[in-house]
């Protein structure tokens, strides 16, 4: 793309798989590109225009969902940490872990909902055990997606 003269590379960070793309440049989102029976049309939010391109190789910096490293999360009880290392520890109500083998800190593995004073229910993903014993907490759930179920539940009563 052409910016006062200047050729611009932007990148294409794909969402579907050779389907559709968020291009961005180097200061944000610029629009986005979705593969069709033509070729490609790409929505300029810029100048608010959309365009037919036979081939995008040489306008866009393509960037595949495989390019995008999955960092392999340990699992204590079966639910997730976020974390590449953490260390199980026996607790008597939740899956517990520190994120080393001499910490003291106890975190919950999972998401939880957590019933906060003045804010009321909100969800957490890991919180220290300590949060979890000080307030009124259900919880863990596998994903985020149960765990924000129980939280509308909760919010509506």
Same mark, same amino acid.
């Given at each position: 793309?052409?910016?006062?003269?200047? $050729?611009?590379?932007?990148?294409?960070?794909e969402?579907?798989k050779?389907?559709?793309?968020?291009?961005?440049?180097d200061?944000g *989102?610029?629009?986005?590109?979705?593969?069709?029976?033509?070729?490609?049309?790409?929505?300029?939010?810029r100048?608010?225009t959309?365009?037919?391109?036979?081939?995008?190789?040489?306008?866009?910096?393509? $960037?595949?969902? @495989?390019?995008? *490293?999955?960092? @392999?999360?340990?699992?204590?009880?079966g639910?997730?940490t976020?974390?590449p @290392?953490?260390?199980?520890?026996?607790?008597?109500?939740y899956?517990a872990?520190?994120?080393?083998?001499?910490?003291? #800190?106890?975190?919950g593995?999972?998401?939880?909902?957590?019933?906060?004073?003045g804010?009321?229910?909100?969800? #957490?993903?890991?919180p220290?055990?300590k949060?979890?014993? #000080?307030?009124?907490? *259900?919880g863990?759930y596998?994903?985020e997606?149960?765990?924000?179920?129980?939280?509308?539940?909760?919010?509506?009563?």
């Amino acid at each position: 793309m052409q910016k006062n003269g200047i $050729e611009e590379m932007l990148n294409a960070q794909e969402v579907i798989k050779d389907r559709f793309w968020i291009v961005k440049s180097d200061h944000g *989102k610029v629009g986005t590109l979705r593969s069709c029976d033509d070729g490609f049309e790409f929505f300029d939010q810029r100048s608010n225009t959309t365009s037919v391109l036979d081939s995008i190789d040489d306008l866009f910096n393509v $960037e595949s969902k @495989e390019n995008n *490293k999955v960092i @392999e999360s340990v699992q204590i009880n079966g639910f997730c940490t976020g974390l590449p @290392e953490a260390h199980a520890v026996e607790y008597k109500h939740y899956p517990a872990y520190t994120k080393t083998a001499n910490a003291t #800190a106890l975190y919950g593995a999972g998401f939880y909902i957590i019933n906060f004073h003045g804010t009321g229910w909100q969800w #957490a993903f890991n919180p220290k055990i300590k949060t979890l014993e #000080a307030y009124e907490s *259900k919880g863990p759930y596998q994903t985020e997606w149960e765990s924000n179920l129980e939280l509308k539940k909760h919010r509506r009563t």
